[in-house]
């Protein structure tokens, strides 16, 4: 069965930087895109950054844009977000998943990870 973990998440003070990987397991990672998304406390949970299959195709949501940067490992089946620049406001649950079909890029993701805390203080 297709399962995705993340890690890397942590209490970082304002301006700060995290590093999160969500590793995938139970299918060939490289056929397929990628998507960051977040959940604050009382928020709906928001897009954050997506990359294609092949990595060559990135997505941003402008609230995160020149801060943070979505990469990706086929070799290891993990994704990565590098994020800088923290601020409280990107305080939230962070998620990464997948979609179901081999497509270059998304907006429908099926599969998901249990998510990890970031929390970024003032």
């Known amino acids: 069965q297709v399962q995705l973990v993340e890690s890397g998440g942590g209490l970082v003070q304002a301006g700060g930087s995290l590093r999160l990987s969500c590793a995938v397991s139970?299918?060939?990672?490289?056929?397929?895109?990628m998507g960051w998304f977040r959940q604050a406390p009382g928020k709906e949970r928001e897009f954050v950054a997506a990359i294609s299959y092949s990595g060559r195709y990135t997505d941003y949501a402008d609230s995160v844009k020149g801060r943070f940067t979505i990469s990706r490992d086929n070799a290891k089946s993990t994704a990565y977000l590098q994020m800088d620049s923290l601020k409280p406001e990107d305080t939230a649950v962070y998620y990464c998943?997948?979609?179901?079909?081999?497509?270059?890029?998304?907006?429908?993701?099926?599969?998901w990870g249990q998510g990890t805390q970031v929390t970024v203080s003032s």
């Open positions: 998943a997948q979609p179901r079909i081999p497509v270059t890029m998304t907006t429908k993701y099926d599969y």
């Open positions: 139970g299918r060939t990672f490289s056929a397929y895109a």
